[in-house]
């Protein structure tokens, strides 16, 4: 299952990309990024109050918090150095620049999360790292 929801990702967030270029042409990317947190917070919380889910916040512990706090600062400054390179930068170029992220998410899961990497892996990895650096030159 949760390779149809990596692929719905993937497709949403191709569409954030899209519309974001558009949305960020005649305003501040970081005003933007602030409007599109926005219409999220109201989103998600939508979901949460309707899937009757609000009671359980009591049960969340310090450290999922922490963690959480910390995933959510680094979402916020990606989201404002993304939508500032899709302002003065295409589209077709910076979208696959940032997926170096899964890249770096790799590294980051072997190294502290001991998850294993196999070829297979690390040949993703590197396409997708070439691929990058394509994009990069000019």
């Known amino acids: 299952m949760w390779k149809y929801y990596a692929l719905l990702s993937a497709f949403f967030?191709?569409?954030?990309?899209?519309?974001a270029k558009v949305g960020v042409r005649n305003v501040n990317?970081?005003?933007?990024?602030?409007?599109?947190?926005?219409?999220?917070?109201?989103?998600?919380w939508g979901?949460?109050?309707f899937g009757n889910h609000l009671h359980?916040?009591?049960d969340v512990g310090r450290t999922t918090w922490l963690f959480l706090v910390l995933s959510g600062a680094a979402t916020g400054l990606s989201w404002l150095f993304y939508f500032k390179a899709l302002q003065v930068?295409?589209?077709s170029r910076v979208a696959p620049v940032d997926k170096l992220?899964?890249?770096?998410?790799?590294?980051?899961a072997f190294v502290f999360l001991g998850e294993a990497v196999n070829l297979k892996v690390v040949l993703g990895a590197l396409l997708i790292t070439a691929g990058?650096?394509?994009m990069l030159l000019k």
Do not use: Q
Not at 29 to 44: F, G, K
Not at 101 to 108: D, E, K, P
């Open 29 to 44: 990317s970081d005003l933007a990024t602030a409007i599109r947190t926005t219409v999220i917070l109201a989103l998600t």
């Open 89 to 91: 930068g295409d589209m």
């Open 132 to 134: 990058s650096i394509v």
């Open 56 to 58: 359980e916040v009591r």
């Open 101 to 108: 992220s899964v890249v770096i998410s790799i590294i980051l």
């Open 13 to 19: 967030a191709a569409l954030t990309a899209l519309f």
């Open 47 to 49: 979901i949460v109050l």
